[in-house]
């Protein structure tokens, strides 16, 4: 695919009914997002609720990738707003294939990196299919350490599959 135009921006309320589309395109054509085919039920009001209320909470955020006036990726940064736990979000990235390998993912870790700062963020975590060997490329490449694993975590088809943590630590 040639590179086009890419903006990186938060997500909006009127996203929603694209980015369920994005979601429901990222289930069926890799095994790497956790829900499978036809198991993603929300429905186009819902999920503009869930990112109204994504958004006025404050301590998460979506940002997406648009090319073209479509989304073609995305990365959750979603956190908490307990005290123990409110300095860390966990993260969930989806790019499109035809998409990868175009600077989306570092782009969108750039982003949320401000957006991080920006709110005195100290842990940025993750977790990944341990033969997800592009993933954790980009993880690493953006800072990211493992922390452990997973054992036996995700049933994919016919086999167990290990998943890594991963993690950035932030300065405080």
Not at 8 to 18: S, T, V
Not at 122 to 129: K, S, Y
């Given at each position: 695919m040639n590179r086009m135009n890419?903006?990186?921006?938060?997500?909006?309320?009127?996203?929603?009914?694209?980015?369920?589309?994005?979601?429901?395109?990222?289930?069926?054509?890799?095994?790497?997002?956790?829900l499978e085919p036809g198991e993603r039920l929300i429905t186009p009001e819902e999920q503009r609720q869930k990112i109204a209320a994504l958004l006025e909470a404050g301590h998460s955020m979506v940002f997406v990738a648009e090319a073209d006036e479509h989304l073609v990726g995305y990365?959750?940064?979603?956190?908490?707003?307990?005290?123990?736990?409110?300095?860390?979000?966990?993260?969930?990235?989806?790019?499109?294939q035809a998409f990868s390998g175009q600077g989306i993912g570092t782009r969108l870790f750039a982003e949320l990196h401000r957006?991080?700062?920006?709110?005195?963020?100290?842990?940025?975590?993750?977790?990944?299919?341990?033969?997800?060997?592009?993933?954790?490329?980009?993880?690493?490449?953006?800072?990211?350490e493992v922390e452990g694993i997973k054992k036996d975590s995700i049933r994919?088809?016919?086999?167990?599959?290990?998943?890594?943590?991963?993690?950035k630590l932030l300065p405080s």
């Open positions: 890419v903006n990186i921006r938060n997500i909006r309320e009127e996203d929603a009914e694209a980015y369920l589309e994005l979601c429901h395109t990222l289930d069926r054509e890799t095994e790497f997002m956790m990365l959750g940064a979603y956190g908490s707003s307990y005290q123990r736990n409110g300095h860390s979000v966990y993260l969930v990235l989806g790019i499109l957006w991080a700062e920006a709110r005195n963020l100290h842990r940025l975590e993750l977790t990944v299919m341990a033969h997800n060997e592009a993933a954790i490329a980009l993880y690493k490449k953006t800072g990211f994919l088809r016919d086999r167990f599959v290990d998943e890594l943590y991963m993690a």
